[in-house]
Protein backbone atom coordinates (compact mmCIF):
# COMPACT_ATOMS: atom_id res chain seq x y z
CA UNK A 1 0.00 0.00 0.00
CA UNK A 2 1.65 3.37 -0.87
CA UNK A 3 1.61 6.16 1.90
CA UNK A 4 -1.08 8.15 2.04
CA UNK A 5 -0.76 12.11 1.10
CA UNK A 6 -0.98 14.48 3.91
CA UNK A 7 0.96 17.73 3.13
CA UNK A 8 1.42 20.07 0.14
CA UNK A 9 3.49 22.85 -0.70
CA UNK A 10 2.42 26.13 -2.42
CA UNK A 11 5.00 27.42 -4.63
CA UNK A 12 3.88 31.62 -4.43
CA UNK A 13 7.47 33.36 -4.24
CA UNK A 14 7.22 34.00 -8.05
CA UNK A 15 7.38 37.67 -9.61
CA UNK A 16 4.36 37.86 -11.36
CA UNK A 17 5.75 39.67 -14.31
CA UNK A 18 3.42 39.04 -16.69
CA UNK A 19 0.95 40.02 -15.12
CA UNK A 20 2.18 43.67 -14.19
CA UNK A 21 1.03 46.33 -13.28
CA UNK A 22 -1.49 44.22 -11.10
CA UNK A 23 1.12 42.18 -9.16
CA UNK A 24 3.19 45.41 -8.61
CA UNK A 25 1.69 45.51 -5.11
CA UNK A 26 -1.06 42.49 -5.34
CA UNK A 27 0.36 38.87 -5.35
CA UNK A 28 -0.39 37.21 -8.06
CA UNK A 29 -2.27 34.42 -6.21
CA UNK A 30 -4.68 36.57 -4.75
CA UNK A 31 -6.35 37.78 -8.02
CA UNK A 32 -10.05 37.06 -7.89
CA UNK A 33 -11.69 34.73 -10.27
CA UNK A 34 -15.24 35.67 -10.08
CA UNK A 35 -15.06 36.78 -6.10
CA UNK A 36 -12.62 33.88 -4.56
CA UNK A 37 -8.13 34.71 -4.75
CA UNK A 38 -6.70 31.82 -6.46
CA UNK A 39 -4.82 30.29 -3.35
CA UNK A 40 -8.41 29.82 -1.84
CA UNK A 41 -9.11 27.69 -4.74
CA UNK A 42 -5.94 26.03 -4.37
CA UNK A 43 -6.10 25.87 -0.58
CA UNK A 44 -9.82 23.77 -1.01
CA UNK A 45 -9.06 21.54 -3.84
CA UNK A 46 -5.95 20.40 -1.67
CA UNK A 47 -8.17 19.86 1.50
CA UNK A 48 -11.14 17.93 -0.93
CA UNK A 49 -8.08 15.96 -1.94
CA UNK A 50 -7.52 14.76 2.10
CA UNK A 51 -4.40 17.00 2.78
CA UNK A 52 -3.76 17.85 6.43
CA UNK A 53 -0.90 20.07 6.36
CA UNK A 54 -0.28 23.29 3.78
CA UNK A 55 2.68 25.20 3.29
CA UNK A 56 2.94 28.59 1.08
CA UNK A 57 6.32 29.11 -0.01
CA UNK A 58 6.56 33.10 -0.67
CA UNK A 59 8.48 35.71 -0.86
CA UNK A 60 8.72 39.71 -0.30
CA UNK A 61 5.07 41.36 -0.67
CA UNK A 62 3.09 38.24 0.25
CA UNK A 63 1.95 39.11 3.40
CA UNK A 64 -1.99 40.04 2.10
CA UNK A 65 -2.19 35.90 1.69
CA UNK A 66 -1.37 35.58 5.54
CA UNK A 67 -3.77 38.31 6.32
CA UNK A 68 -6.18 36.66 4.13
CA UNK A 69 -6.34 33.27 5.45
CA UNK A 70 -6.08 34.59 9.34
CA UNK A 71 -9.17 35.63 11.44
CA UNK A 72 -10.96 39.11 10.54
CA UNK A 73 -12.68 40.46 13.52
CA UNK A 74 -13.66 43.51 12.75
CA UNK A 75 -15.24 42.09 9.70
CA UNK A 76 -16.67 39.35 11.29
CA UNK A 77 -18.18 41.35 14.33
CA UNK A 78 -20.27 43.63 11.65
CA UNK A 79 -20.95 40.54 9.14
CA UNK A 80 -22.66 38.77 12.51
CA UNK A 81 -24.37 41.94 13.71
CA UNK A 82 -26.07 42.87 10.41
CA UNK A 83 -26.61 38.58 9.91
CA UNK A 84 -24.77 37.85 6.94
CA UNK A 85 -24.61 34.38 7.67
CA UNK A 86 -23.56 33.02 4.53
CA UNK A 87 -20.79 34.84 4.46
CA UNK A 88 -20.05 34.28 8.05
CA UNK A 89 -19.74 30.54 6.89
CA UNK A 90 -17.74 30.75 3.67
CA UNK A 91 -14.79 32.93 5.24
CA UNK A 92 -14.96 30.53 8.30
CA UNK A 93 -15.06 27.22 6.26
CA UNK A 94 -11.75 27.96 3.52
CA UNK A 95 -9.40 28.28 6.39
CA UNK A 96 -7.51 25.13 7.59
CA UNK A 97 -7.06 24.14 11.53
CA UNK A 98 -5.02 26.34 13.33
CA UNK A 99 -1.16 25.48 13.30
CA UNK A 100 -2.28 23.59 9.93
CA UNK A 101 -1.05 26.07 7.84
CA UNK A 102 2.73 26.97 7.73
CA UNK A 103 4.92 29.99 6.01
CA UNK A 104 8.08 29.84 4.71
CA UNK A 105 10.18 32.62 2.48
CA UNK A 106 12.31 31.60 -0.44
CA UNK A 107 13.69 35.07 -0.07
CA UNK A 108 14.56 35.07 -3.74
CA UNK A 109 12.85 33.70 -6.50
CA UNK A 110 15.25 31.06 -8.16
CA UNK A 111 12.79 29.26 -10.08
CA UNK A 112 10.00 26.81 -8.76
CA UNK A 113 12.72 23.75 -7.64
CA UNK A 114 14.16 26.05 -5.26
CA UNK A 115 10.85 27.14 -3.85
CA UNK A 116 9.93 23.96 -3.50
CA UNK A 117 13.69 23.18 -2.01
CA UNK A 118 12.96 25.76 0.20
CA UNK A 119 9.72 23.17 2.31
CA UNK A 120 12.22 20.79 2.66
CA UNK A 121 12.01 20.76 6.66
CA UNK A 122 8.08 20.53 6.46
CA UNK A 123 7.86 17.46 4.27
CA UNK A 124 10.30 15.68 6.62
CA UNK A 125 10.40 12.17 4.57
CA UNK A 126 7.02 11.65 3.43
CA UNK A 127 5.42 12.00 -0.06
CA UNK A 128 3.86 15.17 -0.75
CA UNK A 129 1.71 17.44 -2.78
CA UNK A 130 3.17 20.62 -4.88
CA UNK A 131 -0.02 22.84 -6.43
CA UNK A 132 0.71 26.11 -8.38
CA UNK A 133 -2.36 28.35 -7.92
CA UNK A 134 -2.40 30.20 -11.09
CA UNK A 135 -2.67 26.93 -12.75
CA UNK A 136 -6.46 27.10 -12.05
CA UNK A 137 -8.83 23.69 -12.71
CA UNK A 138 -12.51 23.80 -13.37
CA UNK A 139 -13.08 20.23 -12.63
CA UNK A 140 -15.59 18.02 -10.03
CA UNK A 141 -14.13 16.46 -8.83
CA UNK A 142 -11.23 18.27 -8.28
CA UNK A 143 -7.76 17.77 -9.97
CA UNK A 144 -5.93 16.42 -7.24
CA UNK A 145 -8.18 14.55 -5.62
CA UNK A 146 -8.20 13.03 -9.16
CA UNK A 147 -4.53 12.96 -8.69
CA UNK A 148 -4.68 11.00 -5.02
CA UNK A 149 -6.96 8.58 -6.76
CA UNK A 150 -4.81 7.96 -9.21
CA UNK A 151 -1.76 7.82 -6.68
CA UNK A 152 -3.13 4.66 -5.29
CA UNK A 153 -2.65 2.89 -8.43
CA UNK A 154 0.38 4.28 -9.19
CA UNK A 155 2.88 5.57 -6.19
CA UNK A 156 5.77 6.92 -6.92
CA UNK A 157 5.91 10.69 -8.65
CA UNK A 158 2.57 11.13 -10.03
CA UNK A 159 2.07 14.29 -12.29
CA UNK A 160 -1.23 15.79 -13.94
CA UNK A 161 -0.63 16.21 -17.47
CA UNK A 162 -2.57 17.60 -21.01
CA UNK A 163 -2.08 17.08 -24.75
CA UNK A 164 -0.61 20.53 -25.77
CA UNK A 165 -0.32 22.07 -29.35
CA UNK A 166 3.15 20.98 -31.07
CA UNK A 167 4.06 24.80 -31.20
CA UNK A 168 3.65 25.26 -27.63
CA UNK A 169 6.09 22.87 -25.81
CA UNK A 170 8.46 25.37 -25.12
CA UNK A 171 6.34 26.45 -22.55
CA UNK A 172 6.33 23.75 -20.54
CA UNK A 173 7.98 20.28 -18.73
CA UNK A 174 7.32 17.72 -21.56
CA UNK A 175 7.25 13.97 -21.04
CA UNK A 176 9.01 11.22 -22.71
CA UNK A 177 6.65 8.86 -22.72
CA UNK A 178 7.42 4.63 -22.43
CA UNK A 179 4.17 3.17 -22.54
CA UNK A 180 0.39 5.40 -22.53
CA UNK A 181 -3.05 3.78 -22.01
CA UNK A 182 -4.90 7.25 -22.55
CA UNK A 183 -5.41 7.89 -18.74
CA UNK A 184 -1.60 7.11 -17.41
CA UNK A 185 1.24 7.65 -19.27
CA UNK A 186 4.90 6.38 -17.77
CA UNK A 187 7.45 8.67 -18.42
CA UNK A 188 11.01 7.42 -18.95
CA UNK A 189 12.34 10.89 -19.04
CA UNK A 190 11.44 14.61 -18.58
CA UNK A 191 12.47 17.53 -20.68
CA UNK A 192 11.77 21.47 -19.43
CA UNK A 193 10.58 23.76 -22.44
CA UNK A 194 11.86 21.81 -25.30
CA UNK A 195 11.60 23.31 -28.67
CA UNK A 196 8.88 21.65 -30.77
CA UNK A 197 11.12 19.99 -33.08
CA UNK A 198 12.71 18.80 -30.32
CA UNK A 199 9.75 17.92 -27.77
CA UNK A 200 9.90 13.98 -27.22
CA UNK A 201 5.98 14.15 -26.74
CA UNK A 202 3.21 16.92 -26.65
CA UNK A 203 1.76 15.94 -23.19
CA UNK A 204 3.31 18.99 -20.88
CA UNK A 205 2.71 18.75 -16.92
CA UNK A 206 0.85 21.22 -15.33
CA UNK A 207 0.69 22.44 -12.08
CA UNK A 208 -0.17 19.69 -9.66
CA UNK A 209 2.64 16.92 -8.36
CA UNK A 210 2.58 14.10 -6.49
CA UNK A 211 6.11 13.63 -5.14
CA UNK A 212 8.42 11.15 -3.18
CA UNK A 213 11.10 13.28 -0.70
CA UNK A 214 13.55 11.41 -2.98
CA UNK A 215 13.31 14.60 -5.29
CA UNK A 216 15.54 16.28 -2.52
CA UNK A 217 18.18 14.39 -2.76
CA UNK A 218 18.44 16.11 -6.31
CA UNK A 219 17.23 19.32 -5.67
CA UNK A 220 19.78 19.83 -2.92
CA UNK A 221 22.22 20.22 -5.70
CA UNK A 222 20.90 23.26 -6.92
CA UNK A 223 21.59 22.95 -10.31
CA UNK A 224 20.15 25.38 -12.75
CA UNK A 225 18.51 24.31 -15.68
CA UNK A 226 16.36 26.47 -18.47
CA UNK A 227 16.87 30.13 -18.33
CA UNK A 228 19.05 29.86 -15.09
CA UNK A 229 16.67 28.55 -12.81
CA UNK A 230 16.65 25.70 -10.30
CA UNK A 231 13.94 23.57 -12.08
CA UNK A 232 11.43 21.15 -10.76
CA UNK A 233 11.59 19.27 -14.03
CA UNK A 234 14.66 18.56 -13.86
CA UNK A 235 14.98 17.28 -10.54
CA UNK A 236 12.22 14.64 -10.90
CA UNK A 237 13.70 13.60 -14.47
CA UNK A 238 16.32 12.50 -12.21
CA UNK A 239 14.75 10.51 -9.97
CA UNK A 240 13.64 8.24 -12.82
CA UNK A 241 14.84 4.81 -12.40
CA UNK A 242 15.03 5.30 -8.81
CA UNK A 243 11.23 5.69 -8.85
CA UNK A 244 8.68 5.41 -11.14
CA UNK A 245 6.83 8.68 -13.11
CA UNK A 246 3.76 8.53 -14.15
CA UNK A 247 1.56 11.01 -15.75
CA UNK A 248 -2.74 11.51 -15.38
CA UNK A 249 -4.52 12.83 -17.88
CA UNK A 250 -7.31 14.69 -15.85
CA UNK A 251 -11.27 15.46 -16.53
CA UNK A 252 -11.71 19.17 -16.25
CA UNK A 253 -10.23 22.00 -17.58
CA UNK A 254 -7.33 24.29 -16.72
CA UNK A 255 -6.94 27.87 -17.06
CA UNK A 256 -3.26 29.32 -17.04
CA UNK A 257 -4.40 32.63 -15.13
CA UNK A 258 -0.87 33.87 -14.39
CA UNK A 259 -1.55 34.61 -18.19
CA UNK A 260 -4.14 37.69 -19.26
CA UNK A 261 -6.25 35.78 -21.61
CA UNK A 262 -6.50 32.23 -19.48
CA UNK A 263 -7.24 35.09 -16.50
CA UNK A 264 -9.96 36.19 -18.37
CA UNK A 265 -11.15 32.69 -19.72
CA UNK A 266 -11.28 30.97 -16.31
CA UNK A 267 -13.36 33.81 -14.91
CA UNK A 268 -16.07 33.74 -17.37
CA UNK A 269 -15.99 29.56 -17.49
CA UNK A 270 -15.94 29.96 -13.04
CA UNK A 271 -19.06 32.34 -13.33
CA UNK A 272 -20.94 29.94 -15.95
CA UNK A 273 -20.18 27.28 -13.45
CA UNK A 274 -22.50 28.60 -10.69
CA UNK A 275 -26.19 28.41 -11.00
CA UNK A 276 -26.73 31.72 -9.41
CA UNK A 277 -24.57 33.80 -11.93
CA UNK A 278 -24.83 31.62 -15.33
CA UNK A 279 -28.09 33.56 -16.82
CA UNK A 280 -26.93 37.11 -16.01
CA UNK A 281 -22.95 36.06 -17.37
CA UNK A 282 -24.38 34.54 -20.70
CA UNK A 283 -26.55 37.86 -21.12
CA UNK A 284 -23.60 40.33 -20.04
CA UNK A 285 -21.25 38.39 -22.73
CA UNK A 286 -24.03 38.12 -25.71
CA UNK A 287 -24.39 42.60 -24.86
CA UNK A 288 -20.77 43.30 -24.84
CA UNK A 289 -20.02 41.28 -27.96
P1 LIG B 1 5.79 31.19 -13.13
O1 LIG B 1 6.59 30.49 -14.15
O2 LIG B 1 4.37 31.48 -13.45
O3 LIG B 1 6.59 32.51 -12.73
O4 LIG B 1 5.86 30.32 -11.80
P2 LIG B 1 6.12 33.84 -12.02
O5 LIG B 1 7.36 34.54 -11.59
O6 LIG B 1 5.11 33.58 -10.94
O7 LIG B 1 5.38 34.69 -13.14
P3 LIG B 1 5.97 35.49 -14.41
O8 LIG B 1 6.50 34.45 -15.36
O9 LIG B 1 7.01 36.46 -13.93
O10 LIG B 1 4.76 36.20 -14.95
C1 LIG B 1 5.05 29.19 -11.59
C2 LIG B 1 4.77 29.04 -10.11
O11 LIG B 1 5.97 28.88 -9.38
C3 LIG B 1 6.11 29.88 -8.38
C4 LIG B 1 5.19 31.01 -8.81
O12 LIG B 1 4.75 31.77 -7.70
C5 LIG B 1 4.07 30.25 -9.51
O13 LIG B 1 3.12 29.75 -8.57
N1 LIG B 1 7.53 30.28 -8.28
C6 LIG B 1 8.24 30.48 -9.41
C7 LIG B 1 8.10 30.44 -7.05
O14 LIG B 1 7.46 30.28 -5.99
N2 LIG B 1 9.42 30.79 -6.99
C8 LIG B 1 10.17 30.98 -8.11
O15 LIG B 1 11.37 31.29 -7.97
C9 LIG B 1 9.56 30.82 -9.34
Known amino acids: MVQPVRKAVFPVA ?10 KVLPKEMLPIVDKPLIQYALEEAMEAGIEEFVLVTGRGKNLMEDHFDHAYELEAILLERGKLTELEAMERMTP ?26 IAGE ?32 VAVEDVPREHTDRYGILDVETDNGRLAKARGLVEK ?36 IQLTDAMA ?8 HG ?25 SRDELNDDVREVIQSVL
Open 127 to 158: PFAVVLPDDLILAAPGCLKQMVNAYRETGGNL
Open 97 to 122: DPGRLSYTRQRRPRGLGHAVWCARQF
Open 248 to 272: VRFDGRRFDCGTKIGFVAANVAFAL
Open 194 to 229: PAPEEAPSTLSIIGRYILQPEVFDHLDKHEEGAGGE
Open 238 to 245: RTIGDTEF
Open 14 to 23: GLGTRFLPAT
